[in-house]
């Protein structure tokens, strides 16, 4: 399959989920200010891993389990916008790369004042 194509599909699955997580989805569990940050689409589209983050760290865990709760929702919705043959398996998960960039960040700044 056409590695542009998979992109464009990855983009379309992820525009899709952050709009339901905005607004089409009432679960309690799923945090209003939960983000999509990316989608790992295989090339034959059998699986999607959907990577949620959220400011709060103590809240992540709860809205992928939200997310999973809803997973046959969030498929449907994605099948009115995207005319797919098969439809991928959603995967979601906690992505806590923000975090891993700020310590990152904080150890380099570190490193540096000691130089100085």
């Known amino acids: 399959m056409s590695e542009k194509r998979v992109r464009r599909i990855a ?13 089409g989805l ?11 940050t990316h ?11 959907i990577y949620i983050s959220t400011i709060d760290d103590s809240k ?4 992928v389990e939200g997310l999973e709760s809803a997973k046959g929702f ?4 994605i099948s009115k916008d995207l005319k797919l043959r098969i ?3 959603l995967i979601f998960v906690e992505d806590d790369s923000i975090e891993k960039s700020f310590e990152l960040f904080e ?3 570190k490193v540096n004042e000691e130089h100085k």
């Open 11 to 23: 983009e379309e699955i992820k525009k899709t989920v952050s709009k339901l997580i905005l607004d």
């Open 87 to 89: 439809m991928p398996e």
């Open 107 to 109: 150890k380099i700044e």
């Open 39 to 49: 989608v790992d689409l295989t090339n034959d589209y059998s699986i999607a891993k």
């Open 26 to 36: 009432k679960d309690p569990r799923i945090d209003s200010l939960a983000s999509v």
């Open 60 to 63: 992540r865990a709860d809205t």
């Open 74 to 77: 969030i498929k449907r919705e």
